[in-house]
């Protein structure tokens, strides 16, 4: 039986997009930050080099993964990132500070709930391209409205208490 394929192939993030996102996201160097669809870790690294931060890039594609953690030990920050081959549906996110995605709008949508119930409050998702549905982002930053339009958005988990 062949194995079965992913929901989406590999696109880079462009790399005005990448800065933007991490500055998006106000990173520090105390921050965890998981890259769920990572593919060559690209975010991630440029987010260990630029801001210290510790992380996790997960992705389905051992080849992709391979050449992450490669580029990271070249940069010197493969010591502060792992990248790991799993389904991101069943990745334990509890650690994270930081959450960065670039999926499609049912992958983003099937992700939610988990978001929502294992990040701590003021932890901040940042996805590239597409929303969470009704889910209001804290923030949408729009790069080049006068060509292609790429649009970032941004959300912070809620304190529990403002929920009640």
Same mark, same amino acid.
């Given at each position: +039986? /062949?194995a079965p394929?992913p929901?989406? %192939?590999? &696109?880079? $993030?462009?790399?005005?997009a +990448? !800065?933007? +996102?991490l500055? @998006?996201?106000?990173l520090?160097?105390? #921050?965890?930050?998981? #890259?769920? %669809?990572?593919? #060559?870790g690209? @975010?991630?690294?440029r987010?260990? !080099?630029?801001?210290?931060?510790? %992380?996790? %890039?997960v #992705?389905?594609?051992?080849?992709? @993964? ?13 010591d ?11 990745? =334990?996110?509890?650690?994270? $500070?930081v959450?960065? &995605?670039y ?6 949508l099937?992700?939610? /709930? ?7 409050p003021?932890?901040? &998702?940042?996805t590239? +391209?597409?929303d969470?549905g =009704?889910?209001a982002?804290?923030? $949408?930053?729009h790069?080049? /409205?006068?060509?292609?339009?790429s !649009?970032l958005? @941004?959300?912070? &988990?809620p ?6």
């Amino acid at each position: +039986m /062949p194995a079965p394929r992913p929901d989406i %192939g590999f &696109i880079p $993030t462009p790399s005005d997009a +990448m !800065v933007a +996102m991490l500055k @998006l996201a106000e990173l520090s160097p105390s #921050d965890v930050v998981y #890259d769920l %669809g990572c593919g #060559d870790g690209r @975010l991630l690294i440029r987010a260990a !080099v630029d801001y210290g931060v510790q %992380g996790v %890039g997960v #992705d389905v594609d051992a080849a992709l @993964l391979q050449q992450a953690q490669a580029k990271a030990e070249q940069e010197g920050v493969g010591d502060r990132l792992a990248f790991r081959q799993e389904n991101l549906f069943e990745t =334990d996110l509890r650690d994270a $500070t930081v959450v960065f &995605i670039y999926l499609l709008p049912h992958l983003n949508l099937r992700l939610r /709930p988990r978001l929502q119930a294992q990040l701590q409050p003021g932890s901040r &998702i940042v996805t590239h +391209m597409f929303d969470m549905g =009704d889910w209001a982002p804290h923030r $949408t930053l729009h790069l080049h /409205p006068s060509e292609e339009d790429s !649009v970032l958005y @941004l959300w912070r &988990i809620p304190n529990k208490k403002a929920l009640k």
